[in-house]
């Protein structure tokens, strides 16, 4: 039985399989935070040693999706998810990904590893290459659709996932029609908070922010809208409903997400592993967080750490976090705050 005596989340993992990516997205923190990027990759090996048999029984989902970088960038990503599978074929995966410059050839060996339970989300902000680069940057509009013309032949479930913004704002309704016959299962639109009239480090009159029905205050949100019947079954989230009802009587003034599980326990590209991915984000406030821990040693050594004691104290005092105060407050714990990603 593996020792788990903080009692994490284990069914869940968000894993940043490297921090790469040729895309030069304006508002990813990889353009905001330039200082300290690293740009490096876990390997099969880091794997084999951290996500043993016994470890990946206790996992059911794994969310590859990274704070810096794009997982299909990643040299070792199909052994990665082959070796996965083949230590727990009930896992399921979701993939995050702008799509770009992978061959026919290395799409039909990813799908080959995925199966119907399994979630694939492309990250499409226009509807050609020119509008496709007003924000993702250097995309290369036909090799994503070479990805996505090969996904169409397979059982994965496909989302279009789009971000609203000033110049797509009035094609979202085309673009939800390409998705349909690329034979997307769904069309998600984003409506992010990342503009000029939330946060004075983006221009006055920002050049990406589209009409106020588009733009969220606070936390993103999303809608999503099915376009075949086939819907898609989250593995967990009958696990995470059940511990809300569990921590909404508790009083505190952190209700504490990486506790409930939808975020998923985050591994960064260097294997470094952080509650959520917003504690591994590097902005400045996330600076020196956990450096208390000892990181040298494996992963389950790391999850046993004493030290994360420290982080636990914290929830109702002035040292806790600011990522664990600003999005983990228990006033905004509420069933779709704590259990939708």
Avoid at 110 to 122: M, P, S, T, W, Y
Wanted: glycine share 4%.
């Amino acid at each position: 039985m593996i020792k788990n005596q903080h009692k994490w989340p284990l069914e869940h993992w968000h894993i940043e399989l490297c921090s790469k990516c040729s895309l030069y997205c304006p508002r990813c923190s990889r353009q905001e935070v330039p200082e300290g990027l690293h740009n490096g990759e876990l390997d099969l090996e880091w794997f084999e040693k951290n996500f043993s048999f016994e470890l990946l029984q206790n996992v059911k989902k794994i969310t590859l999706c990274g704070d810096d970088g794009d997982p299909i960038y990643a040299k070792d990503m199909i052994p990665i998810v082959s070796y996965i599978k083949k230590s727990n074929p009930k896992i399921q995966f979701v993939i995050v990904t702008n799509g770009s410059y992978k061959t026919g050839k290395w799409w039909h060996s990813l799908f080959e590893c995925l199966n119907k339970n399994d979630h694939i989300h492309f990250s499409i902000d226009g509807w050609d290459n020119q509008s496709n680069n007003l924000y993702r940057v250097n995309s290369y509009w036909e090799s994503i659709m070479t990805a996505v013309d090969i996904a169409g032949s397979y059982d994965v479930y496909k989302t279009w996932a789009t971000i609203a913004f000033k110049f797509n704002e009035n094609k979202i309704d085309d673009m939800k029609e390409i998705a349909r016959g690329k034979k997307f299962d769904a069309f998600q639109l984003t409506l992010s908070s990342k503009f000029g009239c939330n946060y004075k480090t983006y221009p006055e009159n920002d050049p990406l922010q589209p009409s106020s029905k588009f733009v969220s205050v606070g936390r993103f949100t999303r809608e999503t809208d099915l376009l075949t019947n086939r819907v898609w079954h989250d593995s967990v989230s009958s696990i995470h409903q059940q511990r809300y009802n569990k921590m909404k009587s508790i009083t505190n003034k952190v209700q504490p997400l990486c506790f409930v599980g939808n975020k998923g326990l985050y591994i960064n590209a260097k294997g470094r592993f952080y509650p959520c991915c917003w504690t591994g984000l590097r902005y400045q406030h996330n600076k020196g967080l956990f450096d208390n821990i000892d990181y040298s040693r494996t992963l389950i050594d790391v999850l046993n750490d004493s030290e994360w004691t420290n982080l636990f104290d914290s929830f109702n005092e002035e040292t806790c976090p600011l990522e664990c105060k600003e999005k983990c407050s228990a006033k905004k714990f509420t069933l779709e705050h704590a259990t939708n990603w």
